[in-house]
């Protein structure tokens, strides 16, 4: 089997509960039960629920149409740490694994600031071994993850986010670089179907750098996402109520 069927049939594997059995009974944010595995629901006023033990896994397509499994984990809450100036502030760490042996991973601290989740740090690891750490960055004062501020959930609300952004890649030049994004809603709830699965979903565009768009089911999270050279579709999810 090659690589790219064995991704596959791993990702597919992933798409349901114990490689077999579906979760029939759980729907998407206003949404029907599909083919996607899934359970439990959040508060419905947050995009992005955040409690230990939440995980989300998606199938990552890239530009040559390549799958590969993604799994993200909130784990315990603790110090954010290293050197930026947020290292004293308390926020949940992520873990997310991607690839086949999940070796291609990152490790960040992010957290629910009012009406928003941050993300203050980032580690990302080797794909193969040793599997060291290769790059550390932060963020000063944060990088938005999402923003639940009601009037920024709104269609055709547009906001501007401004950060430094500080790279430290292990046995390289240290780089500060100032960041500047435009946040659009474009739809405030649109039907979608992701992997075979309903959901009702508020969708935004960043640009920057890059330009990447983030549909978002309430209660659940992330449900799909498109980059410039690859899109992500959830799987299966376990979100605590």
Not at 59 to 77: C, N, R, S, W
Not at 85 to 112: C, H, L, Y
Not at 126 to 141: G, K, N, Q, V
Request: with cysteine.
């Amino acid at each position: 089997m090659s690589n790219p069927q064995a991704a596959l049939a791993i990702v597919v594997c992933l798409g349901v509960v114990a490689c077999g059995t579906t979760d029939p009974g759980v729907t998407g944010s206003a949404g029907t039960s599909g083919a996607a595995g899934g359970g439990g629901m959040g508060d419905l006023s947050q995009l992005l629920p955040l409690k230990t033990g939440n995980s989300w896994t998606y199938l990552v397509t890239d530009e040559l149409g390549v799958p590969t499994p993604k799994t993200q984990t909130v784990m315990e809450a603790g110090p954010v740490g290293g050197v930026g100036p947020n290292a004293a502030v308390t926020a949940f760490r992520f873990v997310t694994k991607k690839g086949i042996d999940g070796m291609d991973e990152t490790v960040s601290w992010q957290a629910r600031v009012g009406t928003r989740v941050v993300r203050y740090r980032e580690q990302s690891y080797m794909r193969t071994a040793p599997h060291a750490l290769e790059l550390e960055e932060y963020w000063d004062p944060s990088k938005l993850r999402v923003d639940e501020t009601p009037a920024h959930m709104v269609a055709g609300a547009t906001w501007l986010e401004t950060d430094q952004e500080t790279k430290l890649p292990v046995g390289g030049t240290p780089s500060t670089t100032p960041v500047e994004e435009r946040w659009t809603v474009t739809a405030e709830r649109q039907p979608v179907t992701v992997q075979g699965r309903s959901y009702e979903v508020m969708i935004v565009t960043k640009m920057g750098s890059s330009m990447k768009t983030y549909w978002w089911a309430r209660g659940i999270g992330k449900v799909k996402e498109i980059g410039a050279n690859q899109t992500e579709e959830l799987l299966s999810y376990q979100v605590a109520p």
